[in-house]
T-cell receptor, first 116, second 115 residues
């Protein structure tokens, strides 16, 4: 079974509007971390936001927020007030592992296009 | 800027050859992991090094090997290259022991084309 599922291969959003990118995950661990990364065409993976499995409040980082619904095993990324520079691939990821070992599982990504 | 640097940025190799990719970790980070990202896919975990030893591996054959040096920099070696090895190879560093928000920071990657 896929550890991370992103069901939206591509999304379009109008500049200045909000957009939600979907992510569901699968794990039997009690302790895990959920992350979102942005990947422009240059290739670098840019860390956006983190949510711990024990965090009760949704994480926010500037225009990014993570809608964490633990019972549904979903961790959707919400980008508010989209900007043209937000156009990129977005990857949801989950960290499993304990101690000094951390393995990240990535979804297949969502390509976001922001229209002027 | 994540402070993680990789070299070379692009390279072309012939099937059957060997390749070495290099990574310099972010200052203060003692763990390095490598990921393979094929075109149109998400990154796949290859292995992780901590204190110069491999301490975790994904579903990659033994011809994928690595090293971590005392300064925490790292190499990824791939022997007997196959066409399917063509991908973006990402190095990521982190600091073991940080529990909360222990993200990994990626370099810009090395684009490998095998012909």
């Amino acid at each position: 079974a896929q550890k991370i599922t992103q069901t939206q291969p591509g999304m379009f959003v109008q500049e200045k509007e909000a957009v939600t990118l979907d992510c569901t995950y699968d794990t039997s661990d009690q302790s895990y971390g959920l992350f979102w990364y942005k990947q422009p065409s240059s290739g670098e993976m840019i860390f956006l936001i983190y949510q711990g499995s024990y965090d009760e409040q949704n994480a926010t980082e500037g225009r990014y927020s993570l809608n964490f619904q633990k019972a549904r095993k979903s961790a959707n990324l919400v980008i508010s007030a989209s900007q043209l520079g937000d156009s990129a691939m977005y990857f949801c990821a989950m960290r499993e592992g304990q101690g000094n070992f951390n393995k990240f599982y990535f979804g297949s990504g969502t390509k976001l296009n922001v229209k002027p | 800027e994540t402070g993680v640097t990789q070299s070379p940025t692009h390279l072309i190799k012939t099937r059957g050859q060997q390749v070495t990719l290099r990574c310099s970790s972010q200052s203060g980070h003692n763990t390095v992991s490598w990921y393979q990202q094929a075109l149109g896919q998400g990154p796949q975990f290859i292995f992780q090094y901590y204190r110069e030893e491999e301490n975790g591996r994904g579903n990659f054959p033994p011809r994928f090997s690595g090293l971590q040096f005392p300064n925490y920099s790292s190499e990824l070696n791939v022997n007997a290259l196959e066409l399917d090895d063509s991908a973006l190879y990402l190095c990521a560093s982190s600091r073991a022991g940080q529990v909360s928000g222990n993200t990994i920071y990626f370099g810009e990657g090395s684009w490998l084309t095998v012909v």
